[in-house]
C-alpha cells in the first residue's frame, strides 16, 4: 500500500513539473476603437418619427447609413391610423418596405404606434370613433375643449379598447419574437405614445398606464418592451415611481423621451429612474429632435455623451436628418460608440504552443477495433483575461471560444467554455472596468471529426452555448464570422496503444 501511494505522488509532481515546462504562446490584444454593431445595442434611426416624412424621406431606398457608425436598428414610430386605415385591413407594407432594407444588412428594427397625436386630428382611426368608442376633442397644450381639432379615444372605453386588442394582436401575430424586431414600446396610451395626456385629453390615471401595459403584455410574450420615462411625468426626478415599479417587474424596461429638451441641469430628469433597470434591461434614450434643440440653445455635445455614462444606455437615437447629425457631431459620436452598451473584448489569452489529439486519425478505420479509441486525459488549459469596456452588461450573453482552421479556413476544432458566460462582466467608469481573469479546459479531437495532425490558425470569438458567433468585438483579424484570429496551434498526433484485434 505504501508503494502505491509513493507511486500516485510522484506520477502527481511529474503531472505538474510537466504542465509548468509546457511551452506556451500569449497574445496581448488592443481595443481597434472601431464602432460595434451587436445585438441590444447601437443607434436608432427614426425614420418615422411620428410624423411620416421625418426623418428617412430623404433617403434613397439603397441607403441604410452604412456611413453612420454604430446605426443597429431603424426605428419606425407611425399612428395606428396609417397602420390601420379600414377595419381589420392593414398597412403592413408601410413599415415592412424601410426595414427590409435594414434587415438585408443585418440590421434590427423598433416600433412605437400610436394612438395620440398633436399634428393629425385622428391617430386613432376615424372609424373606431365612428364604431362607438367615446373619446374627446382637444386643443394640444390646453386640454378637452369643443373647439378642439384633435381626437383622443377614453384611453378605457370597451368599444376603443375591443378595437385596440385587435389591432394589438394582429401586430403582435407579425413582430412578437420576430428575431428582427429589437424593442417596441408601448404607445398606445398618451400623446405620442409617450404615457400621459397632460397636454391632450387630461386622462392621466396609473389604472390607464397599467392598462395599455398589461395588453401589450398580454400579447408579446417574447419581444422587449418598453415605456417612457414620461409615464411618470416628463420632468419629475425620482429613483422610483409606482408605474416604473410596476412595469419593471413585468420585464418592460425604459426610455428616456427625450433629452436636450432643456440646456444644463434641466437637461434629463430620470438618470435616477435608469437605476433599476440597466443591471437586467438595456435602456434606451432618445434626444430632442437635433435642430429644435440646437434652436433654444439645449443642444451640448459633452452633454449627449454623459447621458450614455449616466444612464447606462444602451441604446440613443437619430432624432433628426441622420448626415446633418453626423457631420456637425462626429466627435461625440465617435465617443459614444466607445462606451454605449457593450463592448467585450479578451485583453490576453495565453494557449499551448502544442496539444495532443484525444483520439488517433486512424482509431476507427485501420483499426476498427483499436483500444483505447480516445484519451481523456489529453486535455490542456488556456488562460484568458475579460473585459466589458462599455457602460451596460451584454444582455444577450456570451459564451467565449476558440475555433482552430486549417489553411483553406475550415474548421478543424470548435472548443467552447460554456461555464463562463461573459453576460457577468461588471461595467465601469472609462478604464476602470474590472478585468476577469479565467482558466478554461479543453480537449481536442476527442473520439471525431478525424483530427489531423498539423500547425492551425487559432481564433478567438463569443456567442452562444453552441460556439456560433454572434458578438463583434474590436479586435483586428476578423474572418468575416466575427472569429478573430490571434494566432496559431499545433495539433500533436496521439499513438493509439494497447491495440487489439
Request: negative net charge; hydrophobic residues 35%; proline residues 7%.
Amino acid at each position: 500500500m505504501k508503494t502505491i501511494i509513493f507511486c500516485f505522488f510522484m506520477c502527481g509532481l511529474f503531472i505538474s513539473f510537466g504542465a509548468i515546462a509546457q511551452e506556451t504562446a500569449s497574445v496581448t490584444l488592443e481595443d481597434t476603437g472601431e464602432a460595434l454593431i451587436n445585438p441590444g445595442m447601437g443607434w436608432t434611426m427614426h425614420f418615422y418619427s411620428n410624423v411620416a416624412r421625418n426623418y428617412g424621406s430623404k433617403l434613397e431606398p439603397s441607403d441604410t447609413l452604412e456611413d453612420f457608425p454604430g446605426v443597429s436598428t431603424v426605428y419606425l414610430r407611425l399612428p395606428w391610423a396609417y397602420l390601420e386605415p379600414e377595419e381589420g385591413k392593414y398597412n403592413w407594407a408601410i413599415l415592412d418596405t424601410p426595414a427590409q432594407r435594414w434587415i438585408a444588412e443585418g440590421k434590427k428594427i423598433a416600433l412605437r404606434l400610436t394612438c395620440s397625436e398633436s399634428w393629425i386630428p385622428f391617430a386613432t382611426p376615424e372609424w373606431v370613433k365612428d364604431a362607438g368608442a367615446k373619446g374627446t376633442f382637444f386643443i394640444h397644450g390646453k386640454g378637452p375643449s369643443p373647439d378642439g381639432n384633435l381626437w383622443d379615444p377614453f384611453f378605457d372605453d370597451p368599444v376603443y379598447l375591443k378595437k385596440l386588442e385587435a389591432f394589438i394582436a394582429a401586430y403582435a401575430k407579425r413582430y412578437d419574437g420576430n428575431p428582427n424586431v429589437e424593442f417596441i414600446d408601448v404607445g398606445t396610451y398618451g400623446i405620442w405614445g409617450e404615457g400621459h395626456t397632460h397636454a391632450s385629453s387630461k386622462q392621466d390615471k396609473i389604472e390607464l398606464q397599467k392598462l395599455h401595459i398589461d395588453l401589450h403584455l398580454k400579447y408579446f410574450k417574447k419581444t422587449l418592451l418598453c415605456i417612457s420615462d414620461d409615464f411618470a411625468g416628463h420632468s419629475k426626478p425620482g429613483k422610483r415611481f409606482p408605474i416604473t415599479d410596476y412595469a419593471l417587474s413585468q420585464g418592460v424596461t425604459i426610455r428616456d423621451d427625450s433629452i436636450l429638451v432643456q440646456p444644463d441641469s434641466r437637461a434629463w430628469y430620470h438618470d435616477e429612474m435608469a437605476q433599476a433597470f440597466w443591471p437586467t434591461l438595456p435602456v434606451i434614450l432618445e434626444h430632442e429632435h437635433y435642430g429644435s434643440s440646437k434652436q433654444r440653445g439645449a443642444w451640448d455635445p459633452d452633454r449627449l455623451v454623459k447621458s450614455v455614462e449616466e444612464y447606462h444606455a444602451s441604446f440613443m437615437s437619430i432624432h433628426w436628418w441622420p448626415r446633418i447629425e453626423l457631420e456637425e457631431n462626429r466627435e461625440a459620436i465617435d465617443r459614444i460608440n466607445q462606451r454605449m452598451g457593450y463592448r467585450l473584448m479578451p485583453l490576453s489569452v495565453t494557449w499551448p504552443k502544442a496539444v495532443p489529439i484525444a483520439t488517433s486519425p486512424d482509431a476507427f478505420t485501420e483499426h476498427l477495433n483499436a483500444y483505447p479509441y480516445g484519451d481523456i486525459s489529453k486535455n490542456f488549459k488556456v488562460t484568458w483575461t475579460w473585459v466589458n469596456k462599455g457602460v451596460a452588461p451584454c444582455y444577450p450573453g456570451g459564451y467565449p471560444a476558440l475555433t482552430i482552421k486549417d489553411e483553406k479556413g475550415g474548421i478543424v476544432s470548435l472548443l467552447v467554455d460554456d461555464s463562463l458566460n461573459l453576460r457577468d462582466l461588471e461595467v465601469g467608469a472609462i478604464g476602470e472596468a474590472p478585468v476577469k481573469k479565467w482558466v478554461s479546459e479543453f480537449i481536442v479531437g476527442l473520439y471525431a471529426p478525424t483530427t489531423r495532425p498539423g500547425t492551425y490558425d487559432l481564433y478567438i470569438s463569443v456567442g452562444k452555448r453552441d460556439g456560433t458567433p454572434t458578438i463583434a468585438m474590436p479586435l483586428n483579424g476578423d474572418d468575416g464570422q466575427r472569429r478573430y484570429k490571434i494566432g496559431q496551434i499545433t495539433l500533436k498526433p496521439k499513438e493509439v496503444e494497447g491495440q487489439s484485434e
